[in-house]
């Protein structure tokens, strides 16, 4: 089955900096990779999502990046600010029984 | 907000009770998702739902049931409660039967004593 891979686990910036999130995959056949922001006590909320027929897509100060080939894919947040603190969580849609796997989380703190 | 309404918000029960989670989907969306979150073992997916039938299955317990109604909403059952089964448990909808674009819930905070 799928496996994705998240680094790295806890993330430290200060406001104003840039946070890049790595994940990795292994199914080669999974064509869809959304990224959840997950604030404490609530669900996780969908940020932004990818297609494997794109290689990189934006959204504000937001970004994520694809790589079919080594099979990952990056989250990017740029001039950070401290409600961006919270565990952001990759995932991959696994093809063989059409089920979404995710990682294992990054806890992101942007200090002001 | 994302539209996905669960309830209750928190459950606390004792080992060996049997309790119902339920969940809404937002309006328009035909699938219905389960996942349990914990801190060992992160998002698990549970089971899907799609227009009534079940889609797809994962790591969901045989204790553990679901069922997605003719209005769409879908209910959770566990049974035979452990302690292992505290747990968040979130309920994700999403217009097709393919799992992607999910919106969750709230969540429903499981306490088993």
């Known amino acids: 089955g799928e496996n994705v891979e998240q680094h790295p686990s806890t993330l430290s910036v200060q406001e104003g900096d840039s946070a890049v999130i790595k994940c990795t995959y292994s199914d080669s056949a999974s064509n869809y990779f959304p990224w959840y922001k997950q604030e404490l006590g609530k669900g996780p909320q969908l940020i932004i999502d990818?297609?494997?027929?794109?290689g990189e897509k934006k959204d504000q100060r937001i970004a994520v990046t694809l790589n079919k080939t080594a099979k990952h894919f990056s989250l990017h947040i740029t001039e950070t600010q401290p409600e961006d603190s919270a565990v952001y969580f990759c995932a991959a849609i696994e093809r063989s029984n059409y089920k979404l796997t995710f990682g294992k989380g990054t806890l992101l703190t942007v200090n002001p | 907000d994302s539209g996905v309404t669960q309830t209750p918000k928190h459950l606390i029960t004792a080992t060996g009770q049997r309790v119902t989670l339920r969940c809404s989907p937002r309006s328009g969306d035909l699938s219905v998702y389960w996942y349990q979150q914990s801190l060992d073992q992160g998002l698990q997916f549970l089971i899907q739902?799609?227009?009534?039938?079940?889609?797809a299955k994962g790591n969901i317990l045989e204790r553990f049931s679901a069922q997605q109604f003719p209005d769409l909403h879908s209910e959770l059952n566990l049974s035979s409660l452990e302690l292992g089964d505290s747990a968040l448990y979130f309920c994700?909808?999403?217009?097709?039967?393919?799992?992607?674009?999910?919106?969750f819930g709230p969540g429903t905070r499981l306490t088993v004593l």
């Open positions: 739902y799609y227009n009534g039938e079940e889609r």
């Open positions: 990818i297609r494997s027929n794109v």
């Open positions: 994700a909808s999403s217009v097709g039967a393919n799992p992607d674009t999910q919106y």
